[in-house]
């Protein structure tokens, strides 16, 4: 990896990613144009939060006529951490849920899936002991399974992510949205 960039923020990613990614472009001394594709993460996690990564990716990539490629945010989390056996990425969904997928030597074994906590607690406890839980949501899930691991990450790490992407097929990216948008239009 040349270079790379995190800040963590609750609001405004929308007004920051470009000027990141311009400086950490000058950082490194690289032009964009030295970019062979663009990998951004397409979920699951918050709708806006994807829409903005997404139309960002996208329109850089556009303008470099780069591919854009997606890599879903649980396996770049399953990836973040190297352990062994069977790693288990979970984020917070939100109203007692958790986004969950469960991984081995880097190849999903289940679906991306969003579950009740309690259910997802009593999937995990069929594919016994041994398991790694990584992501923002890992230790309120690892309270219902207390013989395993669990690995507070807030946001997958920039190198996973990276290198997935190079891997990643040069289909075009897309959200993965495993549930309808919280936000309701109001009746007219």
């Known amino acids: 990896m040349v270079a790379s960039a995190s800040e963590p923020m609750t609001r405004g990613h929308q007004e920051r990613l470009a000027p990141i990614a311009r400086d950490l472009m000058a950082g490194a001394g690289t032009a964009f144009a030295r ?29 470099l006529d780069r591919p854009c490629v997606g890599v879903g945010t649980l396996e770049a989390l399953a990836a973040s951490v190297e352990a062994p056996g069977r790693n288990v990425a979970a984020i917070d969904a939100g109203r007692g849920h958790v986004y969950l997928q469960i991984f081995e030597a880097g190849h999903a074994l289940t679906a991306p899936d969003v579950l009740p906590i309690e259910i997802a607690a009593a999937r995990l406890i069929e594919f016994g002991e041994g398991l790694t839980l990584v992501g923002p949501n890992a230790t309120a899930l690892a309270r219902h399974l207390p013989h395993e691991q669990a690995i507070d990450l807030a946001a997958p790490a920039i190198a996973a992510v990276a290198a997935l992407a190079t891997r990643a097929a040069e289909t075009p990216a897309r959200p993965l949205y495993l549930r309808p948008p919280g936000a309701k239009p109001k009746a007219r």
Do not use: M, Q, Y
């Open 35 to 63: 970019l062979d594709r663009i990998g951004v993460t397409i979920g699951p996690g918050s709708f806006t939060g994807l829409r903005v990564g997404l139309a960002f990716a996208k329109g850089l990539a556009l303008a």
